[in-house]
């Protein structure tokens, strides 16, 4: 019995670990940059030596590209269910709000890090998160074109990715609002700019 355990429990400890590294990576990377930042200092960040990282990633580059490609993977799967849980298209669109509203309010962090230090990706995995976040407003687009079947495609794919512009920016100016009200406010400015106020 307590031969599986251990495994159990060992597997446990080390999905932990690599979590623990991905959130202060996203702290850390948002703070100083991914030039800035040593694998020394992502281990320390949890209590563990550098070379200890390397237990999870096999390098600062595989740190980030974990950070960004997981959260642009997140986001997909996470608008997807969205969608297949609401029971009209309205109701889909307003799901997909909050649901980008939470992301931008709950991770601050990696919207800094995507806007600062995507290029520092491979070129493999940089396409990788493009392909995603392409497939991501895609999934909005195809929500705005059930609503509006007459508008352009391309006119609905420019209002949600100015949409996402408004939402991401949060990082930078929900400073002196109060949450409640941040969330209020977003939501209702989203909705205006993808034309259904």
């Not at 200890?52 to 642009?72: D, E, N």
Request: glycine share 8%; charged share 25%.
């Amino acid at each position: 019995m307590s031969a599986e355990v251990l495994p159990t429990a060992r597997g446990r400890a080390k999905a932990e670990r690599r979590d623990a590294l991905l959130s202060s990576a996203g702290r850390l990377f948002a703070a100083r940059g991914f030039d800035g930042v040593s694998i020394e200092d992502l281990g320390a960040s949890v209590g563990v030596s550098g070379p200890a990282v390397y237990r999870h990633f096999a390098s600062k580059q595989a740190v980030l590209a974990a950070l960004l490609v997981g959260v642009s993977e997140g986001l997909l799967a996470g608008g997807r269910a969205v969608v297949d849980a609401a029971a009209d298209d309205a109701s889909a669109l307003a799901a997909l709000v909050r649901f980008h509203v939470d992301f931008a309010l709950r991770d601050p962090d990696v919207i800094r890090v995507q806007d600062r230090d995507l290029a520092a990706l491979s070129p493999q995995d940089r396409e990788s998160v493009r392909a995603l976040q392409r497939r991501y407003v895609d999934l909005w687009v195809d929500v705005l074109h059930r609503l509006g079947p007459t508008t352009e495609r391309a006119e609905l794919r420019m209002r949600a990715q100015a949409t996402f512009g408004l939402l991401n920016s949060t990082p930078h100016s929900a400073r002196s609002v109060t949450a409640s009200r941040t969330r209020a406010l977003l939501e209702e400015m989203a909705l205006a700019a993808l034309g259904r106020p």
